[in-house]
């Protein structure tokens, strides 16, 4: 080698050598440290929460010690990733690159949402003092909240409970026979009740005796109430005839069936052959930002009318779907879930308020469910009543008016409000101002026959995302009366199952003879119904 060229290595040796030197010095002097504190702002308690630290070109970053979640397969398919973090206790700390960041931190529906512009500097301790306006409190007002379909890491989940101020968490302990999820469930089913509940608090639980089977025949999620049944077998086998097996044992325990969600071609067949107790409204395709777009399996939402490409028109036709459920004669109860893993809702974002008397319970939970009396919501709060009749009961009546009192507790305006019988808006309120976090409504509704009544609103994020609430009905009987099914819905689903006679997906020949005997039957169910 010639002198020139030992000459140019050195250089070359000694300028990368300062680069790294410069470069170490440069990243030491540019970052600094946030620590937060949660408390209470009434009662000045620690509290844990969900934080949000945003920085440049909606960057989020995570705090040393915490629960962190992200699903970085969501950015693309719905805008977000999901990325947050829960503290464990109130305190957290990051370490951040020299910046102005917003600070978001949320605990569940009841508090208010705290944000706030900060500045990190270089070599310096940002402290930040945080506190928690609770503007509802639910649990006082007999009030348990709850998400039916968690796939949260098990382990995390009592602190998950308590930072998003969930009451209880029902986590699907077999999932299709993963053994991943199995294996959690069998860590914890020892420490549970006889119910397979693990109590965090007097007011927080865990349940892990939830099963969800999901293929193309859809979701169904089965909550057993007495962990000696635990698991149920064969949920790797996906035909619908397991779909309906599985059902039926569970019921044998005094379980309960419930429909992930009615947007896939089967579903009727599960609410018409299947004894399904509950539907997820608020489900796992409805997120604090956008939602997902249905996949090939799902019901094409052209059948069912116009519906606009974007949350709220994805919410319509959710409801619609459920609104033909009930217009058959099937008093089905809406629940709520957000499946926080693998999907990117934050823990307990989708939610089931029930109102319960007595003991604070698994067994009682499901009943007061069963009966109707709750609302599902990923926002506002929304009950209904009718004098002494409340959601989920049966009113008798021969009057031609029937008075309605509709009571709904929010933060932000709401862009509607609207009362639906018999699956019309009879009623609608339009950019409705709430004072003092709450407006009521006492209208009266025209009755000229049996039906059910329920009540709904929405909060309008931004142009592709919202937030709402639905109550469960109230079922209304005319003048004794029988309640006679709607047309429009029976027509509706002879053209769905109709439909699956001509499908190709079925796994087998097997399965297709099983889903056309199906399909059969049902045909025979609709085809007995005398309409209105």
Request: hydrophobic residues 35%; charged residues 20%; proline residues 4%.
């Amino acid at each position: 080698m010639t002198e020139n060229n030992w000459t140019t290595h050195f250089l070359i040796i000694i300028f990368l050598c300062a680069s790294l030197c410069s470069c170490t010095k440069s990243n030491d002097q540019g970052f600094g440290i946030l620590e937060g504190t949660i408390l209470d702002s009434a009662s000045a308690s620690p509290i844990s929460a969900r934080v949000y630290i945003i920085g440049d070109k909606d960057s989020v970053f995570f705090a040393e010690k915490g629960i962190s979640f992200y699903i970085p397969w969501m950015q693309d398919r719905v805008g977000h990733s999901g990325r947050h973090f829960n503290t464990i206790g109130n305190t957290f700390r990051a370490k951040l690159p020299t910046g102005t960041y917003r600070i978001v931190i949320e605990k569940g529906k009841e508090y208010r949402r705290f944000s706030k512009l900060i500045t990190v500097e270089t070599n310096a301790t940002q402290k930040l003092n945080i506190q928690l306006n609770r503007w509802i409190n639910m649990n006082q007002r007999g009030w348990y909240s709850a998400d039916h379909h968690v796939h949260r890491n098990i382990s995390d989940i009592p602190t998950l409970l308590l930072s998003e101020d969930l009451n209880f968490a029902f986590f699907q302990g077999n999932w299709n026979e993963r053994k991943d999820f199995l294996a959690q469930t069998d860590s914890i089913l020892p420490k549970t009740n006889s119910a397979g509940t693990l109590q965090i608090d007097p007011s927080h639980f865990l349940h892990v005796a939830s099963h969800e089977i999901e293929s193309e025949y859809g979701a169904l999620l089965y909550h057993l109430i007495n962990k000696k049944d635990f698991p149920l077998k064969d949920l790797s086998e996906h035909s619908l005839a397991n779909y309906f097996a599985l059902s039926n044992k569970a019921k044998e325990g005094k379980g309960f069936v419930e429909l992930d969600k009615p947007i896939y071609r089967f579903s009727h067949l599960a609410v018409l052959l299947n004894n399904v107790d509950f539907i997820e409204l608020a489900n796992n395709h409805n997120f604090d930002r956008n939602y997902l777009p249905e996949g090939s399996i799902n019901l094409n939402r052209s059948l069912m009318g116009n519906y606009s490409d974007d949350q709220k028109g994805y919410t319509h036709f959710v409801m619609d779907l459920y609104y033909n459920f009930l217009n058959i004669g099937k008093r089905i109860i809406p629940t709520a879930g957000s499946a926080s893993y693998p999907l990117s809702n934050p823990f307990g974002y989708n939610r089931t308020y029930v109102q319960m008397k007595g003991e604070i319970n698994t067994l009682n939970y499901f009943n007061a469910l069963k009966s109707g009396r709750s609302f599902i919501s990923n926002g506002p709060m929304i009950m209904l009543s009718s004098g002494n009749n409340l959601m989920g009961d049966t009113v008798k009546t021969s009057e031609s008016s029937l008075p309605i009192r509709c009571a709904i507790h929010y933060t932000y305006p709401l862009e509607d409000v609207e009362i639906i019988f018999n699956g019309e808006v009879i009623k609608q309120f339009k950019d409705v101002k709430l004072e003092g976090d709450s407006t009521i409504f006492n209208i009266d509704i025209p009755i000229t026959k049996s039906g059910w009544i329920a009540a709904r609103c929405f909060h309008k994020i931004d142009q592709k995302s919202i937030r709402f609430g639905h109550t469960s009905p109230i079922f209304v009987q005319y003048k004794n009366q029988p309640f006679i099914p709607v047309k429009k819905s029976i027509d509706f689903l002879k053209l769905i199952n109709q439909s699956l006679t001509l499908e190709t997906l079925y796994g087998n020949k097997e399965d297709k003879l099983d889903v056309l005997s199906k399909c059969a039957e049902a045909a025979t169910i609709l085809s007995n119904m005398k309409s209105e």
